[in-house]
């Protein structure tokens, strides 16, 4: 077994698809399958299961996928420690649900980062699968939150699979609006008053209960109610449809753009941002920075956040 092999099969899982891996890892692809059947043989494991429609990442191979990537962080650990230059492409990956300031602590982490060569990647998803990059190590850092309604259920699945939650900050909860919504001028909103105006919240695939919602008060009934998976739909059914959506209240203008605004919702709740991370998993150095780069920007921007009870 070496190190290229482990590399191998990390990227081929990361993408899917062996033809596109082998471009990425600029081999062959009959090299690439080979160097796999050899690694499988070795192990004696089926990484792959291989069907007409393509490759799936086995019940044993996640297994093995989880370790190949500790491995290969610990060896990019030790290149960083001893070796002089700064050679090779880094890699690191963060898994968030839909948060501004995620994006905008990314742009940091890579201004500071100091590397010549990368392949960054930056997943915004779903709640349950942000718990599962973590825990397979797709990911080095998750960012979520939880409340007291979906405490018990995230915490759980925390535990089970080895994660530790580092709490950021926390936030009494707001909505997202356009700033020409009829409510834009209110100092507090309450849910009667958004009753009649559409709820868009994001929607969590094949875990769409309300455990894993990333919008506050998640069991209420609203009349008028739009999932969508992506920010931009989002913002766009927010100014098309004087839509609302359920947040913290942080916001960055300029990744949300002037348009959207935060007001804060009458609703007694408390938010607690955090991330997660594997503790099987040593942090890299590119982990800390991209943390650092969090709480810097949370703890500049945290101290603006208005709570319903300063603006009454």
Do not use: C, W
């Not at 059947?37 to 799936?56: A, H, P, S, V, Y």
């Not at 707001?174 to 105006?197: C, Q, R, W």
């Not at 739909?233 to 100014?239: I, K, N, R, T």
């Amino acid at each position: 077994m070496t190190l290229q092999q482990l590399r191998y099969v990390t990227t081929i899982a990361n993408i899917g698809s062996i033809s596109e891996a082998a471009k990425r890892l600029f081999v062959s692809q009959p090299s690439l399958t080979k160097a796999i059947k050899e690694l499988e043989k070795e192990m004696g494991i089926t990484i792959f299961d291989r069907t007409n429609k393509g490759i799936t990442v086995s019940k044993d191979g996640e297994r093995f996928l989880g370790y190949a990537r500790q491995v290969l962080e610990q060896a990019t650990l030790l290149e960083e420690q001893y070796k002089s230059n700064k050679g090779g492409k880094k890699q690191f990956s963060v898994s968030t649900q839909h948060y501004s300031f995620a994006v905008s602590a990314f742009i940091d982490f890579i201004n500071q980062s100091d590397v010549d060569s990368y392949d960054f990647s930056l997943r915004e998803t779903q709640t349950y699968e942000i718990i599962d990059d973590v825990a397979h190590m797709k990911s080095e850092i998750g960012l979520l939150y939880y409340n007291d309604f979906n405490r018990p259920v995230l915490e759980k699945l925390i535990h089970t699979n080895e994660l530790t939650f580092t709490e950021l900050f926390t936030a009494h909860p707001h909505i997202f609006i356009g700033k020409t919504h009829p409510l834009a001028n209110k100092d507090v909103v309450s849910m009667d008053e958004l009753e009649e105006y559409p709820y868009i919240s994001f929607e969590q695939g094949d875990h769409n209960s309300f455990y894993f919602s990333e919008e506050i008060f998640s069991t209420v009934v609203r009349p008028k109610h739009i999932r969508v998976r992506d920010r931009a739909s989002l913002f766009s059914l927010l100014l098309g449809l004087n839509g609302y959506t359920v947040s913290s209240g942080v916001i960055d203008k300029e990744v949300n753009g002037e348009n959207i605004i935060s007001v804060p919702l009458a609703e007694e709740g408390l938010m607690h941002i955090g991330y997660i991370t594997n503790n099987k998993m040593q942090r890299s150095r590119l982990g800390q920075v991209y943390i650092q780069a969090l709480e810097q920007y949370v703890g500049n921007y945290g101290r603006h956040i208005q709570l319903p009870e300063d603006k009454k």
